[in-house]
């Protein structure tokens, strides 16, 4: 049975911010002549990796609202050059629009349950167009 994380989305201030910022580092990757590949660095590594990599998907919290979620591809933990234990997180590099949740702020990530997982937006939604905070405020009254 899959199992998803969550996660704080640190620096981004929306979804296409965040999506331009995978963009950047892929593309800077293929400048440098590496195999272009989105992961996410963490110095925890989850237990349940089988669970996750059933179908799981790293969902994001942007601006105190789960906003994304990208699938996980694999994960892969190892020891950086100080010999602590690290973990990539890698993901497919397409992010998948959610129906906002607003998420308190936490340290680390999260297992989320799939059953507490916000579902994703249809392509072509009427909320497509809203700006940012007026999505964030419909969120915050429960009707995002």
Partial sequence: MALHLLKLCVGAESVEDQRDWTQRRLAMMQAAGQEPEQFHTTRMVPKQIAELLDGGSLYWVIKGNIQARQRFIDIRPFKDEDGISRCH???????????????????GWRYLDPKDAPPDLASGSETDDLPPELKRELAGLGLL
């Fill in 89 to 107: 997180l890698v993901l497919e590099p397409v992010l998948h629009e959610t129906s906002w949740a607003p998420r308190r702020p936490f340290q």
